[in-house]
């Protein structure tokens, strides 16, 4: 039995997160690599260790042997703590046998126990999905000061893109009226983020409820929320202002990772005061030789650049050969591009090697037909032979052979 | 022998007075090195990647930038339960005098450390050389010899330091004759890198006949005393290994470093050389910016240019600021249009606008830390 917490964390990082395809064949969505030297997973961690919230449950349950590794103790994220502390939960055996997690409101529900654990009265619900800083000790701060069941973190979209979120309509006091899930035409550009600050009481109670209903798809935007809703229960909307992306697609994926090299999206991770954490190698400095470029890029520890990088994200330990030319693309862990090869508007997964010669992705401005361009990707350890031409939105899981017609 | 019956020793002190304004506040092994670590760093990890996990690092002054670098031992495994990272500054003020008197006085103030501990055997290192060596290759050499002592040694330029052992003849392997550098020599020859196995009880004895003879030189009077009347046996390592002597050949072995040999060598040999970990983000090269033969470690924010030099973490070359042949330590900022070529700068060192400071490659300028120009 632990102390008695204020609030905990429950981190859902259970997903496959399909739309990513190839790149979470054998690893979960939150344990995928962003930034050079960052997964997912660091942003949901660091920022409750950030907020003071020092007891997170990671919900894992798709391919997670990654993602356990990764995780550990929790030591990098200051995780590691006498009383509280990162848990990992996977679903287990219990007396009336065992079941995979339903759902989102169904992983919470099979883990009461842990929660009771540490009586918390608050319970944070983080999806593992998200690149954003939040500090959730504000969110519950704007949670008790308005005595909610539950508050719903929320952020202004843009109008042209609200239909693809989950929208919330909300009154002057931040009080929710209704909810919209993916309209097509919206009534409210106020999205919600995935992020829940729950008075534990309530939710335990509605996660008892749910689980008895028939026909429940046991999901928290779909069941749990509208029923807190119905029954007429405090809910609120906390707004959030600053730099929030899901990264549950290709392009989103490449969108958010060149983010960091564009001023104009608002995301710092250099801030000192707002660390985001995450487990480290020992890596020696990144090497750029005398023949090399480097233009408006991210380069991770254990690189050796002998090419030409631009607007790109290079993470650790790959290797540029001479002539190589890598721009608009991010190309993840151990990948090597050899001899005059060229890597445009793609993603590299980790350990992929493109051949000398090849050509993977293609540049949006010299296609003729826009809607049949998209990000490339080559999955993990691939090999691309020398000379290949990957196509535009092309996602390659098998090696290609040098010479073969694409 | 298994890794762990080996106790490590390591010398943080050793030769500190040779790097002028880089160690008044530091220890040797605090200095930084390469772009990401600090020299004690290959010492420890030569050892934690051997399998050794008990490590007392001796320590006799300027130890607080130690301290806060090594921490519990956590970075290089060390943060044990029983065992781990020994941190052995003096004990008292009583023994400070037989820590300035060298190797054998701060061993002599440690016999405490060497009888508590159980292993049976011991490697002792400095951190002046620079190096990534298997020790495990080396104890298993040192048993197959059947050796009582065994050296490891390097060819090459011979290190102006005080009591520099050289190996002057050796057979299979059998150390029969060495003799101590003078301080004119010149030219390369068999150099003792200073990392040494024995047997604990060995040590021991040494130390204690060494107590007895009242005796001043570890090298003098333990090793080269006992050539003859002991199984010496030397381990030539033929990789990098610098030996640093001076701020001279500092700057050199940073630069040997632009060299993906070396590089490969010291980073890329399979075992890694661990470091105090930060949390930075890995570097952002601006647009303008320019960047050639050169090592830059993450945190760095790069918009100006680079060349031939070796970057630490968490610095800012501005927009229009030029560095060449520079080792610039950890948060330095190179304001624009300022210049530097063939300069040391040590942490925290502020270059503002427009300043302009040139040393020459065989005479460097060293700014001390926390220096504003």
């Given amino acids: 039995m632990g102390a008695k917490k204020e609030c905990i964390a429950m981190l859902l990082a259970g997903g496959q997160g399909s739309r990513l395809g190839i790149l979470t064949h054998a690893i979960a969505k939150p344990a995928v690599p962003y930034g050079g030297k960052y997964r997912i997973i660091d942003f949901p961690l660091s920022n409750c260790t950030n907020s003071g919230i020092d007891t997170v449950g990671v919900l894992t349950q798709y391919q997670p042997l990654a993602l356990n590794e990764y995780i550990g103790s929790g030591q990098p994220w200051d995780l590691d703590r006498m009383d509280g502390g990162v848990h990992i939960l996977s679903p287990y055996q219990q007396i009336k046998g065992s079941e995979w997690y339903k759902g989102t409101a169904n992983a919470i529900y099979q883990n009461i126990n842990f929660i009771d654990r540490y009586d918390p009265e608050y319970v944070a619900v983080l999806s593992g999905d998200h690149i954003y800083k939040m500090d959730y000790s504000e969110m519950l701060a704007f949670h008790k000061e308005h005595d909610a069941a539950c508050t719903i973190a929320m952020m202004e979209v843009p109008w042209e893109e609200a239909s693809r979120f989950g929208l919330m309509l909300v009154d002057d006091t931040g009080v929710i009226t209704e909810f919209e899930e993916k309209p097509k035409n919206p009534r409210s550009n106020k999205a919600s983020m995935g992020v829940y600050m729950f008075t534990w009481k309530k939710l335990r109670a509605y996660l008892i409820a749910d689980e008895a209903k028939e026909g429940s798809s046991n999901d928290f935007g779909k069941d749990v929320i509208p029923a807190m809703h119905n029954a007429g229960e405090r809910m609120f909307a906390y707004r959030f202002d600053g730099y929030w992306k899901d990264v549950g697609t290709i392009d989103s994926l490449w969108e958010a990772n060149l983010d960091l090299l564009n001023p104009k999206a608002n995301i710092d991770l250099t801030d000192p005061d707002w660390r985001i954490y995450a487990k480290n190698s020992a890596l020696p400095p990144h090497f750029v030789s005398e023949k090399a470029t480097v233009q408006n890029s991210l380069v991770s520890g254990g690189c050796f650049i002998e090419g030409n990088i631009d607007y790109s994200v290079m993470f650790a330990n790959v290797t540029v050969e001479e002539g190589a030319n890598v721009r608009y693309s991010i190309v993840m862990p151990g990948a090597t591009i050899k001899k005059g090869a060229t890597v445009q508007y793609a993603m590299i997964a980790e350990d992929a090697v493109i051949e000398s010669g090849a050509v993977v992705g293609e540049d949006p401005e010299q296609i003729e037909d826009l809607a049949n361009w998209g990000v490339t990707v080559i999955g993990s350890k691939v090999n691309i032979g020398e000379n290949v031409k990957i196509p535009a939105k092309a996602m390659i899981a098998e090696d290609v052979k040098g010479g073969d017609a694409q | ?373």
């Avoid at chain 2, 890794?3 to 160690?23: C, E, P, Q, R, S």
């Avoid at chain 2, 200073?194 to 009077?221: C, G, P, Q, Y």
Wanted: hydrophobic content about 40%; proline content about 3%; overall charge negative.
């Fill in chain 2, 1 to 373: 022998m298994r890794a762990n019956n080996i106790l490590g020793i390591i010398f943080a002190n050793a030769y500190d007075n040779v790097l002028g304004g880089m160690t008044a506040p530091r220890a040797m092994g605090s200095v930084p090195f390469g772009g990401a670590y600090r020299l004690v760093d290959f010492t420890l990890s030569n050892m934690v990647n051997a399998g050794i996990d008990k490590v007392g690092v001796i320590t006799s002054n300027n130890y607080q930038s130690l301290m806060d670098h090594l921490g519990n031992g956590k970075p290089w495994d060390l943060a044990r339960k029983h065992d781990g990272l020994f941190f052995l500054p003096p004990f008292s003020a009583q023994e400070l005098e037989r820590y300035n008197s060298g190797r054998l006085g701060a061993l002599q103030n440690n016999t405490q450390f060497l009888e508590m501990s159980n292993e049976e055997y011991v490697v002792m290192s400095d951190c002046n050389a620079v190096l990534n060596i298997d020790l495990r290759e080396v104890c298993r050499y040192h048993q197959e010899k059947n050796a009582d002592i065994t050296m490891v040694y390097r060819y090459g330029a011979v290190p102006k330091l005080p009591n520099r052992l050289l190996i002057d003849e050796i057979t299979d392997g059998r150390v029969t004759a060495m003799s101590i550098a003078t301080a004119d020599r010149e030219g390369e020859a068999n150099c003792a890198a200073n990392i040494t196995v024995m047997r604990k009880s060995l040590l021991e004895s040494l130390l204690r006949e060494a107590n007895a003879s009242n005796a001043a030189s570890f090298e003098r009077d333990v090793l080269l005393k006992n050539v003859a009347n002991l199984r010496i046996f030397g381990y030539e390592f033929k990789e990098f290994c610098p030996i640093i002597d001076s701020i001279q050949t500092y700057f050199d072995a940073n630069f040997a470093l632009l060299d993906a040999v070396n590089q490969k060598q010291l980073f890329g040999c399979g075992r890694p050389v661990y470091t105090k970990v930060y949390d930075d983000m890995p570097v952002i090269y601006g647009l303008g910016s320019d960047v050639k033969n050169s090592l830059v470690a993450d945190g760095c924010v790069i918009d100006g240019v680079v060349e031939n030099s070796i970057v630490f973490r968490n610095c800012r070359i501005a927009k229009g600021a030029v560095v060449r042949n520079c080792v610039v330590m950890p948060s330095g900022f190179v304001a624009d249009d300022a210049s530097l070529t063939n300069c040391i700068l040590d942490k925290d060192v502020t270059i503002r606008s427009g300043r302009a400071l040139a040393g020459a490659d065989t005479y460097p300028v060293y700014l001390a830390k926390g220096i504003r120009v």
